[in-house]
């Protein structure tokens, strides 16, 4: 098995309102025919999809699935680029679970939810510079 994510499906109780979140921040969806909304990202996709259908595709009942101990990290070039992605999801409906603020690793990140509850770090990596696409690898490119 190759190391790689291809597709994060989140499950929403109201696809459509999680998806009008994402938009808020800018993200562009892609057409599917089968009830998926997706948003290309940079390697990989994000996906949308009713909670009650990712259950039964799955096999298992919706109350199950939850929330796991899991977070989605937007990394960014630039430390002041964090509150201004920060406000940017505010803005578009999020919660902010944590504001932007210096970690002791050396890096700064903030943290959101989106509506349904998905959590989001928004972090600058000094030590993990973004590829000139925007991609992320551990140490850089």
Same mark, same amino acid.
């Given at each position: 098995?190759? &190391?790689?994510?291809?597709? +994060?499906?989140? =499950?929403?109780?109201? !696809? ?5 979140? %994402?938009?808020?921040? #800018?993200? &562009?969806? /892609?057409?599917? !025919?089968?009830?998926? +909304?997706? %948003?290309?990202? +940079? #390697? &990989? ?26 977070? $989605?990290? %937007? @990394? /960014?070039?630039?430390? *002041? ?8 999801? *505010? ?11 210096? +970690?002791?690793? =050396?890096?700064?990140?903030?943290? $959101?939810?989106?509506? *349904?509850?998905?959590?989001? *770090? /928004?972090?600058? @990596?000094? $030590?993990? !510079?973004? #590829? !000139?696409? =925007?991609? $992320?690898?551990? @140490? =850089? %490119?």
């Amino acid at each position: 098995m190759d &190391q790689r994510v291809t597709l +994060i499906t989140l =499950g929403a109780h109201d !696809p459509q309102r999680l998806a009008e979140f %994402y938009d808020a921040l #800018g993200w &562009q969806r /892609v057409d599917t !025919p089968d009830g998926v +909304i997706a %948003y290309d990202l +940079i #390697g &990989q996709c994000l996906g949308i999809y009713p909670l009650d259908k990712l259950a039964e595709d799955i096999g298992v009942a919706p109350d199950t699935l939850g929330h796991g101990a899991a977070t $989605f990290s %937007y @990394n /960014v070039s630039a430390k *002041e680029d964090v509150s201004a992605v920060m406000d940017g999801a *505010e803005a578009a409906g999020g919660r902010i679970l944590k504001a932007p603020h210096d +970690i002791f690793w =050396g890096g700064h990140i903030g943290c $959101f939810a989106d509506p *349904e509850g998905h959590i989001w *770090e /928004v972090a600058h @990596n000094p $030590f993990s !510079p973004l #590829g !000139p696409d =925007g991609a $992320f690898r551990w @140490n =850089g %490119y």
